[in-house]
Structure formats: structure tokens, C-alpha cells
């Protein structure tokens, strides 16, 4: 009897020492949720430069179930989750961006971060839009003015092509230019320009400018020059002259050397104007006029043009003298039928200094000088330079 009750003693010894485990256990969680106070860790994906007026993604994560406040200007989204993720719409300038969260026990955390938002460049293509054989054509690429420089994204590359092909482009403070020579013996028709702006948020849309080309038709001019002057022009004389050219071409560097406005080398009476469709001599073959020829004493000073450097400076059998100046962005200057030279090649001249004197040399029948403005070796109507930084040239 006694070892029963024992027995049965023990049991309920040991059901005693079990509830009190569970009550002691019970006891132990209960303390732990009320005492974990343990303010949420918080994790933010969001990017430091967005574009201003787009939308961009974050991604806010605790690591416990929260409530999520997060603000950006006047954007306020609330949300009880581990994780978040919206969708917002950039503002221009730097705002912040705030995340609060507050667990189930009031613990809370707080991140905030600066978001610059950049605005987009506004590029803007400014070109003729008809032009005539022999035009120069000057495209400029500017930004919005009204943007200060310092909130816009950043460019990373620039390019304007014709008709596909690439024109290299020049920067300048006041934006890109490019230079570009239409052939005298250009064919009418659309060319196409078109501008492409990638900046660090990505591609901008294409801008497309169409400029029309138109020939030139004038009447043939008959010269009539004396068959010993024209015995000048032999296919040895136009070798050597034709290799000095494309030296002198290949040292031109893509940055200009001049900041002024061109001038007229020398006061005199226009003779044979720019693009003459011309016969040296009766059934001959017709050839255009390369430059403007302005008839003036011999011995009359030639001023240049502008700021340069003599990378021709000699006689030659059809030239006569010849002196050519390179003024930077593929453009130079040329100059013929020089009496005298006053320059070497490799010297330095500024805007208005004299190169030479007025003569008749090589292929001319009287004191001229032939003027010619080429960009990459295309000749250019020269008298739409004088004044002008970049030619402007308008037509109807």
C-alpha cells in the first residue's frame, strides 16, 4: 500500500514538475514579446541621380514586418510589410527621400538619403534650311539656355551626321558647331541631318533637320585666254600643285585658330564671282570658278583673311603666287597670281597682316587676286565669310 502510493505520489510529483515547465515556459516567451523592443534594421535601394520629371524605382526592406512611411516631396506612401517597393516620380534639384518604419511594439527606424535630380538636355539644332551648291553650311547643336549647366545630366556623347555620314563637331561655350562645304557640282535634292544626344540616364530622341540642296545654273562664262598663258596648265604643273594642296590640307587641326570675324583680303572690283561655270578657250571643257577674283593694282597689298598659319608659300606654273593659310577646323584660305610674297611657310600670322602683293602671275590675264575659303579642301562661296565668325547663310 505504502509503495502504491508512492508510486502514485511520484506521479503526481511528477505531472507537478511538468506544468510547472510549461507555466515557467509560457512565462519565459510571454517576458520575451514584451520585452523585445529591438528598434527594425532597415535596408534602402534607391539611386543617388535620377532624370528630373521621370519615374525611378526603391526598394525599402526591415527585418521585421513594419509600417513603412516613406515621403519624397509631396509623395507619401504607408504600408505594413517586410518590404517595399515604389514607383516615384523624380523631382528637379536634390530632395530627400524618407523611410520610417515602426514595428508592433512602437520601435522605429528611420533612413533618408539625398536624390539629385538632373534635368535632361533640351539639345537644339540650328542649320539653314536651303542652301546652293558652293554654300558653306554651319550647323550649331545648343542646350536650353534657361538650365544652368550645374542640373543638367551629364552628356557622354554627341553626334551630328549628313545623310548619315558623321560631321565632326567643335565645342564651343556657346555650344557644338560643325563646317561643312556643299560642292559646286552637288546634286539638288533632301540632305538629311540628324542629331543624337546620349547622356547618363540613356539615349534622347533623334532631332532631324532636312536642308534642301539647290544647283546653281548660271550662264557659261567665255574667257578666251591666250593659248601661251594657257600652255601653263600641264599635267605635271597640275601634280605638283595638287600634292602641295593635299599636304598642306593634312596639317589642318579640327580646333580653329581664329576668335574674330573674317576680313576681305583686299579692296578692288569683283571680276569673276564665285561658282562662274567657265570656258578658258572656245569648245574647251567648262569648269567652275573656285573663289572670288578681285581685280586691283599690282603691288596692292593682300591682307589675311584672319588668324593663321602659312602652310603654302611659293610660285607655281598655274598659282602663280601662291600663299595658303591654315585657320584651324579644316577651314584655309588661299590666295593666287601673288607679283610678291611677304611670308614663309610655318610663320604665324594674326587677322589684317600683309601676305603679299596683288599680281598676274601663273594662269591670269591681269592684276587679280583669285581668293579662295576651303573647308576640308571643298571651296566655299569665300564673301559669305566676311564679317562673320561662322557664316550665316539664308535663302528664300
Known amino acids: 500500500m505504502r509503495a502504491g502510493r508512492f508510486a502514485w505520489g511520484t506521479g503526481r510529483v511528477a505531472w507537478g514538475v511538468g506544468l510547472a515547465a510549461v507555466v515557467v515556459s509560457l512565462g519565459v516567451g510571454v517576458g520575451w514579446a514584451v520585452r523585445d523592443t529591438t528598434p527594425p534594421e532597415l535596408w534602402l535601394e534607391a539611386p543617388a541621380r535620377v532624370a528630373a520629371g521621370e519615374p525611378f524605382e526603391v526598394f525599402v526592406s526591415a527585418s521585421k514586418p513594419v509600417t513603412f512611411v516613406l515621403r519624397y516631396g509631396d509623395e507619401r506612401i504607408e504600408r505594413v510589410a517586410e518590404e517595399l517597393r515604389a514607383t516615384l516620380v523624380a523631382l528637379a534639384g536634390r530632395a530627400v527621400l524618407q523611410v520610417d518604419a515602426v514595428d508592433g511594439t512602437g520601435a522605429g527606424a528611420l533612413l533618408a538619403r539625398e536624390i539629385d535630380g538632373r534635368r535632361r538636355p533640351e539639345p537644339r539644332l540650328e542649320a539653314p534650311a536651303v542652301l546652293e551648291a558652293g554654300d558653306p553650311l554651319v550647323a ?92 601653263l596648265v600641264t599635267p605635271a604643273a597640275r601634280e605638283e600643285e595638287a600634292a602641295v594642296l593635299a599636304a598642306a590640307l593634312a ?124 573647308v576640308d579642301g571643298v571651296p566655299t562661296d569665300p564673301m559669305a565669310w566676311i564679317g562673320q565668325r561662322y557664316p550665316l547663310v539664308v535663302r528664300p
Not at 607655281?316 to 584660305?333: A, C, E, F, M, N
Open 251 to 374: 596639317r589642318v587641326p579640327p580646333e580653329p585658330r581664329w576668335a574674330e570675324p573674317f576680313l576681305l583680303p583686299v579692296e578692288g572690283r569683283d571680276t569673276s564671282g564665285f561658282g562662274d561655270p567657265r570656258r578658258y578657250a572656245p569648245g574647251g571643257n567648262v569648269s567652275y570658278h573656285l573663289g572670288a577674283d578681285i581685280a586691283a593694282p599690282t603691288g596692292t597689298p593682300i591682307l589675311a583673311t584672319n588668324d593663321g598659319i602659312v602652310r603654302v608659300a611659293g610660285f607655281y606654273p598655274i598659282k602663280g603666287g601662291w600663299v595658303v593659310l591654315d585657320h584651324g577646323q579644316r577651314l584655309t584660305s588661299h590666295h593666287f597670281h601673288l607679283a610678291h610674297i611677304d611670308v614663309a611657310v610655318g610663320d604665324v600670322v594674326v587677322r589684317g597682316d600683309v601676305i603679299g602683293q596683288v599680281g598676274s602671275t601663273g594662269l591670269s590675264t591681269g592684276p587679280h587676286l583669285h581668293w579662295e575659303m576651303r
Open 140 to 231: 550649331w547643336v545648343r542646350l536650353d539656355p534657361s538650365t544652368a549647366a550645374a542640373s543638367l545630366a551629364e552628356v557622354r556623347s554627341l553626334t551630328l551626321t549628313l545623310d548619315g555620314e558623321p560631321l565632326p563637331l567643335l565645342a564651343r561655350p556657346d555650344g557644338w558647331v560643325a563646317l561643312r562645304g556643299v560642292a559646286l557640282d552637288a546634286a539638288p535634292g533632301t540632305w538629311a541631318l540628324t542629331l543624337r544626344l546620349v547622356d547618363e540616364f540613356g539615349p534622347l530622341e533623334p532631332v532631324d533637320w532636312p536642308i534642301e540642296v539647290r544647283s546653281n545654273p548660271r550662264p557659261v562664262d567665255e574667257l578666251n585666254v591666250p593659248a601661251g598663258t594657257l600652255a
